[in-house]
């Protein structure tokens, strides 16, 4: 059970390069996220996917598209890179799980993919 | 104001103190919380939920105070493997079913020989 894995772990793009982040998850969640984490700034949501077939923007899209190919995958692409998009990008997925409280959404994350934009 | 708000640090502390950290949030209407911990070049992890009457995984304890809009996290007898960021996270799910997961910044904590 591999949970969420993201490829590739490291990247080294000029400005204008493009290239897609993969991640894939395991566990049968609906739910899966990008996020991006620069220091001082915490996790900032990129794009979300509540379900297959649905995409929708987070707290900072500008720069990014995604693809949630199916159940299991969900891609992010910088088309054209710059170096503010020099960053720790991770994945997540989420499913919903009964507790004892309240229907509880944890997430899980993958590895990440650090990003480097020269 | 933030909707998550976390004093980020650093804690420093000595082996077996216990330290707390606190999380206010903004949206009375949110409906679940988390502690999640973050390794130096990790990523997040679950650490514990965190329900209304407190609850207790062995030297962690979390406790929610709707009323004040915070959240807890207490650590006994600190452990130097307890060296970490800890986030707070706040979720707000919505009619559709979406949730909107918001992070804090993070609390340092250096737990020293």
């Known amino acids: 059970n591999a949970g969420v894995t993201q490829t590739p772990k490291f990247q080294v793009l000029k400005t204008g390069q493009s290239m897609t982040l993969q991640c894939a998850q395991d566990?049968?969640?609906?739910?899966m996220y990008w996020y991006r984490q620069d220091p001082g700034m915490g996790l900032r949501l990129i794009y979300y996917?509540?379900?297959?077939?649905?995409?929708d923007k987070g707290e900072v899209p500008n720069g990014y598209n995604v693809s949630r190919l199916n159940k299991r995958e969900f891609s992010l692409r910088l088309e054209s890179a710059a170096p503010s998009q020099t960053s720790v990008y991770f994945c997540?997925?989420?499913?919903?799980?009964?507790?004892?409280?309240?229907?509880?959404?944890?997430?899980?994350f993958g590895p990440g993919t650090r990003l480097t934009v020269t | 104001r933030k909707e998550v708000e976390q004093d980020p640090g650093p804690f420093n502390v000595p082996e077996g103190a216990t330290v707390a950290f606190n999380c206010t949030y903004s949206n009375s209407a949110s409906q679940s919380f988390f502690w999640y911990r973050q390794d130096c070049r990790k990523e997040p992890k679950l650490l514990m939920s965190?329900?209304?009457s407190g609850n207790e995984d062995g030297r962690f304890t979390a406790q929610l105070n709707r009323a004040s809009q915070y959240i807890s996290l207490l650590i006994r007898d600190s452990k130097l493997s307890d060296s970490a960021t800890y986030l707070c996270?706040?979720?707000?799910?919505?009619?559709?079913?979406?949730?909107?997961?918001?992070f804090g910044i993070g609390t340092k904590l250096q737990v020293i020989p």
């Open positions: 566990m049968n969640h609906n739910s």
């Open positions: 996917s509540a379900s297959e077939g649905t995409t």
């Open positions: 965190v329900y209304s």
């Open positions: 997540a997925s989420s499913g919903k799980r009964t507790s004892v409280e309240f229907p509880s959404y944890e997430q899980y």
């Open positions: 996270v706040v979720n707000f799910i919505h009619s559709g079913g979406y949730q909107k997961v918001t």
